[in-house]
C-alpha cells in the first residue's frame, strides 16, 4: 500500500503544534492586542486544520493496525478545553475593564478628604507639614532629617527618642528659620538602642488630597506634589466643615 501521502505514526495533535511552533517563530515581533479574539479566530483555523488531518488519519490509517479512538477522542477535548481557557481570559478582560471603571469612579470621592499613609513622602502645603515618627525600641537619642526633593538637607534636629508614636508638626521652616516653599519632601528618624543597634523609625505622613490618577488599573492619590499609592493610606477623613 502506498503510503507517501498517510499521516500515520504521527498525531494530528502533534502536526498542529508544529504548526503552531512555526507561526510563533514567524510572528515574535506581533502586538499582543486583542489577544483573546485573535486567538479564537487561530483556534477555529487550527481546528478546520485537525478535522481534515483526523479524515485523513482515518482514511489512510493501516487496516492491521487502526487508529486508537481515544486517541483522537483526547485530541478533541484537547481543543475543546483550550477553547474554553481563551473565552475565560476574555472574560477577565472583561472584568478588569470594569474594575478599573469602577476605580475611576471611587478615585472621585478621594479628593478633598485628609489621608494618613503609611510613606517617608511628605508634602508641605500651605507652610504646614503634617507627620508621626514611632519609636519601637528603647533608646537614648532620635535625630530627625529632613530632605527636599533634590536630596538637598533642610531640617535636622534630635527629637523624643521615648517608645511610642510622636506627632510633629512641621511649620516649613529650615535649620535656619527660612521659610521652604510648598512642595515634596522626605522625612526619616533615626535612633540607636542601648546595644549599639542602629534603626529607622517607621513614618504617617498627612495630607489632602487633590487628585487622584487611575495607571494600569491601580489608584494613586495626589497630594500637592507627592503621589501616595492607594494600598499605603491607612485611614480617610473629611474636614468638618466639608462632612457637616
Known sequence: MDTS???TGTSAAQILAQQAAA???SG???TTTGTGDNGL????GDYNNFL???TTQLKNQDPLSPMDTTQFTQQLVQFSA???QINGNKKLDQLIGLQSTANAYGAVGFVGTQVAADSDQLSLQNKKGKFDYNIEHTSGT???KITNSSGQLVMVKQVDATVGKHPVEWDGTDYNGSQLPDGAYTVAVSYQDSAGTNYEAPITTYGTVDSATIADGKVSLKIGDVSVALDKVTSISRPAAAAS
Open 5 to 7: 501521502n498517510t499521516t
Open 28 to 30: 515574535n515581533a506581533a
Open 41 to 44: 479566530a487561530s483556534l477555529s
Open 142 to 144: 532620635a535625630l530627625l
Open 52 to 54: 481534515t488531518l483526523l
Open 82 to 84: 483550550v477553547e474554553q
Open 23 to 25: 507561526k510563533a517563530a
